[in-house]
């Protein structure tokens, strides 16, 4: 009898220290209380070379952690959607007049480190950053596995809207969101 | 003579569509069709300018959100679309005889339509939903028309593959006996779609050429 007891206690303790969720034991997003809850919505503007495109971007994290993004023109038209899980970035949909081989491949590399650098670190950028001196979210000079020297992803707040920039001089894509406030929704 | 009424009764009710209000909508066939048709065309030639407020969501089914837009059409005879948006963020948009402009965030750019043909076919949907032009969109869809006695919706499935690949069907509302469309609803292949419903249409009135400098 005591041995059962023992047994339950043990099974108690244990069930009681499991992990608040374990999708896969390689689940590499952390919580994002920004877009838990409620999608954020951002003003978008993406800059592919000599083109500018300007749209709405819609961001998301599930129950299962991935992060969701979609990404429309003023009119609804969409351009492309998302899923960051586990570490990769999948595009789930992309425009046809954008679905080429080499253009998927350099917006997967850059919407990851977008969200993995970036919507994933939207709590780090506080008010007194500027568009003067924002905050340098990557690369983090003190971390060696940051080393795509091509890359930077910043951020600031003005007037309680947070603006996050990807730079990508290598492939000349950047990246600009501007987050809407909730009575301009 | 059981098979017979059985395909009658697939047939009757392949012709009836249920929208989501409830509103019971049959197929128009043959002179009624063509009498609406011609109806609709002969209201919208005598269109020379079109002034409408509107209201766009956008459903993005990946979020399980929508999205909504506010702002004012103005149109204006031959091929002058302006479509200002005011909400969430100001943006505009004008479409003036082949040539394009956009602003936003006080930026302006300029470019052909011919550059853009997803931006030059949505202008063409636009101005002939408006207007009520159906005709004129033939050549790019195959339409059918349904009513329910005060409303007719036009039904367009895109022709081409490259349209298709953009909108998996497009549908028009018009009131039955003003002819003025009430809402444009475009339904894309990835399963989101947009709704714009039109309100407050002001039809003929004056117009300036003003309205459509962008600077």
Known sequence: MMRYLTFISLAVILCSCTPRIAPGADMKNPVVSEIATEPMHFRATVIFG???????????????????GSFI???GVKGFDFIYSNGKMNLVYIMPALDRMMVKKILKKDLSMLVKYGISDLGMIRESESSASPKILYPNLNNPKHNMKAVTI??????LKTNLTLKDQKYKLTIELVSMLPDEE | MKQIFSVFIIILFASIQVDAQGN????????????????????????TSLECTFIQRQTLSLLSDEIISKGTMTYKKTERLLWVYKAPYEFQFLMNNGRITTKSDGKISSFDSGSSPLMKELCKIMVAGLKGDTKSLESSFETSYLSNGSQVKVIMSPKSKNLASIFKQINL?????????????MAEPSGDKTTIAINNVKINGTVNDEVFDIH
Do not use: H, P, W
Not at chain 1, 50 to 68: A, F
Not at chain 2, 173 to 182: C, I, K, N, R, Y
């Open chain 2, 24 to 47: 019971t909508f049959n197929k128009l066939e043959g002179s009624l069709k063509e009498t609406f048709k011609n109806n609709l065309y002969a209201s919208s030639e005598k269109i």
């Open chain 2, 173 to 185: 509302l018009f009131d039955a006996s003003t002819f003025l469309v009430s809402s444009i609803e």
């Open chain 1, 154 to 159: 910043s951020g600031y707040k003005t007037n």
């Open chain 1, 50 to 68: 000599d083109n500018r495109v300007t749209g709405l971007m819609g961001i998301r994290q599930k129950e299962d952690l991935s992060i969701c």
């Open chain 1, 73 to 75: 023109n003023e009119f």
